[in-house]
């Protein structure tokens, strides 16, 4: 059982530079997650989703998009990546909603030069 | 939304040490969970106790949620204890917020 995979693990671009963050689960869950979590910092909510085809903003949004064709997939992406987008991102799920157990994935640590 | 506050923000401790960091929560909450973030930044899931008490070898945790906080007792501390310690919690229908975190430093 793979829980909550996340590619790459690392990742560097250049300002203004697009890419995708990928994150799939194998559970079946039908709530997914994106943080950030900065240097010092508690992890901080992007988007989140409580099933396919539905999604939400969460606290620092801007600057990302989502979406959620299916169940095990919630990629996260980056148009136009900025300096300030250096962080690294955590994708969780759980079976529904923020009240159930949330799993994380391992994390992308991601560098905007 | 919910606020979510820890203490210590950092703790030293000497191999063998007993310590208990604390998380209190601003509203009533049905998803409480303590995670250890290792050295290598990867999130361990601890606990998931919205209320009562769990043990889980040296670790164990208590919510208390009428009194809105939650202890996390460390017996017997290793130097692989060492880490951030995070707490987070959700309200009901709304997201799951993270605290600052507890840095803990377990020296040899």
């Known amino acids: 059982n793979a829980g909550v995979t996340q590619t790459p693990k690392f990742q560097v671009l250049k300002t203004g530079q697009s890419m995708t963050l990928q994150c799939a689960q194998d559970?079946?869950?039908?709530?997914m997650s994106w943080y950030r979590q900065d240097p010092g910092m508690g992890l901080r909510l992007i988007h989140y989703s409580v099933g396919a085809g539905i999604t939400d903003q969460g606290e620092v949004p801007n600057g990302y998009n989502v979406s959620r064709s299916t169940t095990e997939d919630f990629p996260l992406r980056l148009l136009s990546a900025a300096p300030s987008q250096t962080s690294v991102y955590f994708c969780a799920s759980s079976p529904r909603g923020a009240g159930n157990i949330q799993y994380f994935g391992a994390g992308t640590r991601l560098s905007v030069l | 939304g919910i606020q979510v506050e820890q203490s210590p923000p950092d703790l030293i401790l000497q191999e063998g040490a007993n310590s208990t960091l604390r998380c209190n929560f601003s509203d009533s909450v049905n998803n409480l969970q303590w995670f250890h973030q290792n050295p290598w930044g990867q999130l361990i899931n601890l606990f998931y106790i919205p209320s009562g008490t769990k043990q889980n070898g040296r670790l164990s945790a208590t919510t208390v949620a009428t009194e809105r906080y939650s202890l996390l007792y460390i017996s017997s501390s290793q130097t692989t204890d060492s880490g951030v310690y995070f707490c987070a919690a959700a309200n009901y229908g709304q997201n799951f917020v993270f605290g600052p975190g507890t840095r803990l430093s377990v020296l040899p």
């Open positions: 559970m079946n869950h039908e709530y």
